[in-house]
């Protein structure tokens, strides 16, 4: 992890808040850091609360696009913990349709799309996953792979902070992406054809499993 790599995520992060009109960036700070409630940050500002539920929507959204080239497609889930009320539509995960409920449908053939891609460096095939190409050859939704990544990272969270996750390059990112995914496999009880990114032990994937229940 060079000091690099933390000053680029540390960078992109500071221009999406940065970029925020005045009023928005005090929002999403007060609610993201300082965890005060829509009805406080409404009673502070003079806003109606639904007119503060626009601008933290609106702000994670910036960060969502700015941040989004992390390997671990880590803003999706940065966001849902730095805003933990935030609805899907405000997570991106609603387009073009809403990605959770169409993607839950059809889970165990979203994680082995991903197990089977995870290595490829064909954009193509990244597109239909995480850029909404083409996917005529599966059921799955166009950008379903931002869901799985915010699973995924979700998972990898179990073990890390969100502080580390954030500094990972693509060269360490990978070994802890293949284990959050093992994990999800595990628990869900998918079995890919092919080889898999990875495997884990019969004792690490029961533990994980375990943990996915708590």
């Known amino acids: 992890m060079s000091d690099k790599v933390d000053a680029d995520q540390l960078r992109r992060l500071e221009q999406a808040v940065a970029a925020m009109p005045r009023i928005q960036r005090e929002i999403f700070l007060a609610h993201g850091v300082h965890a005060m409630s829509y009805v406080e940050i409404a009673s502070r500002t003079g806003l109606s609360v639904r007119q503060v539920e626009l601008h933290i929507a609106k702000a994670i959204y910036k960060l969502c696009k700015q941040m989004d080239g992390h390997p671990l497609r880590l803003a999706t889930y940065a966001a849902s913990r730095m805003t933990p009320d935030a609805s899907d539509h405000q997570l991106l995960l609603d387009q073009p349709i809403p990605l959770r409920e169409a993607t839950d449908r059809r889970w165990k ?33 166009r950008r379903f792979g931002y869901y799985v990544g915010y699973r995924l990272a979700a998972e990898a969270a179990r073990q890390r902070s969100l502080a580390d996750l954030a500094r990972l390059d693509d060269e360490h990112a990978r070994p802890v992406v293949a284990k959050a995914l093992a994990a999800l496999r595990s628990h869900w009880y998918v079995t890919c054809r092919g080889k898999s990114s990875y495997r884990c032990g019969g004792a690490s994937c029961a533990a994980a499993g375990k943990a996915l229940d708590e």
Request: with cysteine; glycine share 6%; proline share 3%.
């Open 109 to 141: 053939e979203a994680l082995c799309l991903v197990d089977a891609q995870f290595d490829r460096t064909d954009e193509a095939k990244i597109a239909e996953a995480f850029t909404g190409g083409d996917n005529s050859a599966s059921l799955l939704p």
